[in-house]
């Protein structure tokens, strides 16, 4: 099996990301999801009736934008598009056209989407890993999971999604390793203003160091 452009597989699945000095936000009593735009109506949906939906599984790798990826794991949950259409669509106010959605996790964490690639079929909100209910590590209660792009789109602890009918303002859009708006890995579309392959050797060298701060880093061991 071959990985995309500049990725390389590791064991299991690290806790990974620019978060590893904040131990998991805690899980509330009764979790629910913001829906937040041009919407006719509040809405708020618990994560407790999002499983009740239409439920898919998906097995797929994940890949870091930092170069490593886990390979082979199985989702479950609900697909973002059926939640969109089911949920959201009906709601939206007349001649309203949604171009971008915003996920954002419990930690402030915020991932910006074109609403196209939101809506492919390979993107989840996800309750369970591996048959497992979903752990803090790796973003309990549900989460955000796009494996065709890179790992900083999926949004771990979801509790919000924006509906935005442009482009919203991106942060750090001047630095270097701003994320890239699409982050499709198979293009290599690691970063806005740099070439994928040019980060490739930076990344590389930080791979190690970071798997060591991870430290429930396997997906057998404890976690
Ligand atoms: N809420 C939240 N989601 C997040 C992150 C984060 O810091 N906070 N990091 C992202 C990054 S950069 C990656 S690679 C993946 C890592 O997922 P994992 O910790 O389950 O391995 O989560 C993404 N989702
Ligand atoms: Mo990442």
Redesign the pocket.
Known sequence: MTLPPGQRAVDG???????LH?PP?PVPADPVIEMVGPLTEDLTLSVADLAKLQRQELRAD?????G?S?TGLLWEGVTFGAVYRTQVEPLLKADTSISHVVF??????R?IVWLEDALADDVLIADRLDGRPLDS???APV??VSPSQ?????????CRVEFHTSAPPVPDRWSLIAAHPRARVRQEERHRRLAGRVVRPVYRALIGPIRAL?ARGSRTGAG
């Open positions: 699945f690290p806790r990974f990301g620019t978060h904040h936000p994940f890949h870091c934008v930092a490593w886990a954002e996790g419990l930690d402030g964490h991932s590590d790796h973003g989460r955000l890179y790992g900083f789109v999926s949004t771990k602890h979801l991870s």
